[in-house]
């Protein structure tokens, strides 16, 4: 059964950073891209980025809102995907989650989500 | 960036019922739409991708259907289970983008 796990959340001040972690176990993280999707308090669903496959050579994509302040990156050796995040800000306050987006689809398997706070 | 809208933003229905949510895009998006359900305290599940796939395990009374930039998703017989947050979302360009989604609540 495919399963992600997110991890890595907390409170970390403005201007601060923080690096959440995407456990993948019942497949392997570098046959598929995964997308990461976060969610402010009572709000909708945000794309943030995604990191492509390997044969893709692990590409990344952005939203505008975290360009240039979020990295996205593939750790075969743990088989996890990670989402480096730093210049936080309290507008990024969210639940984090981590997706397996086949090629062809998107979103099938889903971790549960991490919650990051950015406050001072 | 493509601009996602979903209508309504919130209905009240009952069980039995057969639902039509909307989704538009602001431009064409081909078929590369998928639509999600979430319900309070759980991460979004997929429901349908590429317009009209079921997603595996998903209930035949879930349908979806359009192209290019109007969408439909259908409840055919709303179960009590069904009452929850549906959003599109588009991932014919990047970035890709959720609607605002749809509140389907008891009556």
């Known amino acids: 059964e495919e399963q992600l796990v997110e991890s890595g959340g907390g409170l970390v001040q403005p201007g601060g950073s923080l690096r959440l972690s995407c456990a993948v176990s019942?497949?392997?993280?570098?046959?598929?891209?995964t997308d990461w999707v976060r969610q402010a308090p009572g709000e909708g669903l945000e794309w943030i980025g995604r990191v492509g496959n390997k044969a893709s050579r692990y590409r990344t994509q952005y939203a505008a809102s975290v360009e240039g302040r979020f990295i996205i990156s593939t750790d075969d050796s743990k088989n996890s995907v990670s989402l480096q995040m730093s210049s936080l800000k309290t507008e990024d306050t969210a639940v984090y989650y981590c997706?397996?987006?086949?090629?062809?689809?998107?979103?099938?398997?889903w971790g549960q989500g991490t919650l990051v706070t950015v406050s001072s | 960036a493509i601009r996602m809208t979903q209508s309504p933003s919130s209905f009240s229905a009952s069980t039995g019922d057969r639902v039509t949510l909307t989704c538009r895009a602001s431009q064409g998006v081909r078929n590369s739409l998928a639509w999600y359900q979430q319900r309070p305290g759980e991460a979004p599940k997929l429901l349908i991708y590429a317009t009209s796939t079921l997603q595996s395990g998903v209930p035949s009374r879930f349908s979806g259907s359009g192209s290019g930039t109007d969408f439909t998703l259908t409840i055919s017989y709303l179960q009590s289970e069904d009452f929850a947050t549906y959003y599109c979302q588009q991932y014919y360009l990047y970035p890709f983008t959720f609607g605002p989604g749809t509140k389907v609540d008891m009556k």
């Open positions: 019942g497949f392997t993280a570098s046959e598929h891209s």
């Open positions: 997706c397996r987006s086949p090629h062809g689809s998107i979103g099938d398997s």
